[in-house]
Antibody
């Protein structure tokens, strides 16, 4: 059974870069798409972007200028970098795998999430 | 971007009730709609994909339907473990977008 685990600093200084890693266990990172999704405290969900094991990416236009997602297949990990953060970037950050059947796709499973607070 | 509008934002119900949550898409997304359940402090959990296909292991009291751009999640015979927040999400186009959530509370 595939499991995902986010890791990284829980506190980031404003204007700095947020960096998180998602480690995939119980299965290979190959042949799938992988996403980052965030949820500000008490609010809804926002898709940040995805990466394929081949390295192709797609980002949410609302964050595109500040986001970068990369993959390390040798470590079965993928990573998120979000630059020039502000308090508005404070959120629980989730990583998730894309599932699909025909043209339908969904996020499953998800990591447990990690809270990142942007504050000085 | 495709906007997903969920209603109601919250509802109160009793064990055994049938509850209905609606999600409306701003544009046609055919049946590319997923439903998730989220409990406090936990990640969302996939319930339904393709508007009406139950994810493996999800109880049959959960069901989904679609009429045009209106999608419905129905929970029949509400159980204590069903009190949670529910989100819809469209998978028709990028960026993927979510509804704002519906919290089902105990009456």
């Amino acid at each position: 059974q595939v499991q995902l685990q986010e890791s990284g600093p829980g506190l980031v200084t404003p204007s700095e870069t947020l960096s998180l890693t998602c480690t995939v266990s119980g299965g290979s990172i190959s042949s799938y798409y992988w996403s980052w999704i965030r949820q500000p405290p008490g609010k809804g969900l926002e898709w940040i972007g995805y990466i394929h094991h081949s390295g192709s990416t797609k980002y949410n236009p609302s964050l595109k200028s500040r986001v970068s997602v990369s993959v390390d297949t040798s470590k079965n990990q993928f990573s998120l970098k979000l630059s020039s953060v502000t308090a508005a970037d404070t959120a629980v950050y989730y990583c998730a795998r894309h599932g699909n059947s025909g043209s339908y796709s969904w996020f499953d499973p998800w990591g447990q999430g990690t809270l990142v607070t942007v504050s000085s | 971007d495709i906007q997903m509008t969920q209603s109601p934002s919250s509802l109160s119900a009793s064990v055994g009730d049938t509850v209905t949550i609606t999600c409306r898409a701003s544009h046609s997304i055919t049946s590319h709609l997923n439903w998730y359940q989220q409990k406090p402090g936990k990640a969302p959990n996939l319930l339904i994909y393709g508007a009406s296909t139950l994810q493996s292991g999800v109880p049959s009291r959960f069901s989904g339907s679609v009429s045009g751009t209106d999608f419905t999640l129905t929970i029949s015979s509400l159980q204590p473990e069903d009190f949670a927040t529910y989100f819809c999400q469209q998978s028709y186009s990028s960026p993927r977008t979510f509804g704002q959530g519906t919290t089902v509370e105990i009456k």
